[in-house]
């Protein structure tokens, strides 16, 4: 299969929309229906290009791998054997009921009081303890990574990075021979993706996964709408501490009110969870 570079795949789709342009205003009068239906495709056509990935699973891990092993060095693991036992024992649990189950998935939490998590590319799941300790019971905490995990499964960090840097410009940077300039160039860019808005459209396919993942895993998905309220609130009284979770994950009521309603899809499940005795000890352990 031959591929095409990102350059090329933008003007594709760039020239398709100027063609349906073409065709919806020659020989008339532009009318507000014309109007709307160009701006419909547009808005197909910015999605179209957020959703450019033309990397095999072996690529990504690679990077994934790279990025790893350089972003650790840079930040400070919460050490303490139950926490991570706990954190990656919730996190497996959660990755089995996900529909990207074909790599590993590695859980690391990092000591700061910054409420946040985030993943990158090749299933690295990164939970703050603050985050931890903001979640009040064992569903809110799930929730969160399983919306990571949902990232994973659309594999929108190697989109986002399709995106911003180009199919030819990550192929030689993966495949790359100099391993120093290689690790640090993936490491550069991979940084830079964490400080990246995921798309709304991703969002919200991460929250649509989070929900059924929880749903299945039989844990209550109620807790991701109790963890964005949470969160929303603390938003208005104690900004610089979630500062973070702030930039990359939008926070408002239409969020909120979208996860209630994929929560409504759900048939009846008895015996949902929203606590543990896991849960709790955690929590004990890092007040």
Request: with cysteine; glycine share 6%.
């Amino acid at each position: 299969m031959m591929f095409l570079s990102r350059k090329n795949t933008k003007n594709h789709i760039i020239f398709l929309f100027i063609l349906c342009c073409v065709i919806f205003t020659s020989g008339c009068t532009v009318r507000v229906s014309t109007l709307q239906k160009m701006e419909r495709v547009g808005n197909e056509v910015v999605e179209e290009i957020g959703n450019v990935n033309m990397f095999s699973d072996e690529e990504e891990l690679k990077l994934g791998l790279n990025f790893h092993s350089f972003y650790i060095q840079d930040q400070k693991i919460y050490n303490d054997p139950i926490v991570e036992n706990y954190i990656n024992t919730l996190g497996q649990t959660l990755v089995r009921y996900s529909n990207r189950r074909n790599i590993r998935y590695t859980f690391t939490v990092i000591d700061t009081n910054i409420v946040n998590a985030y993943a990158a590319p090749g299933g690295y799941i990164y939970i703050n303890i603050g985050l931890i300790r903001k979640a009040n019971t064992e569903s809110q905490l799930a929730s969160v990574i399983g919306h990571e995990i949902g990232h994973v499964v659309g594999r929108h960090g190697m989109k986002q990075m399709t995106q911003r840097y180009g199919v030819d410009y990550l192929k030689e940077t993966i495949l790359g021979k100099d391993t120093a300039k290689v690790s640090n160039e993936i490491y550069k860019i991979a940084t830079d993706l964490l400080l990246l808005r995921y798309s709304r459209e991703h969002e919200r396919y991460a929250d649509s996964i989070g929900v059924q993942i929880l749903y299945d895993a039989g844990i209550n998905p109620q807790g991701a709408v109790q963890f964005w309220e949470i969160m929303q609130g603390m938003g208005k009284r104690e900004y610089t501490t979630v500062e973070k979770m702030l930039s990359t994950h939008p926070i408002h009521s239409e969020r909120i009110e979208y996860i209630s309603s994929q929560i409504n899809t759900l048939p009846k499940k008895q015996g949902l969870r929203s606590n543990s005795t896991e849960f709790q000890r955690v929590k004990q352990r890092i007040r």
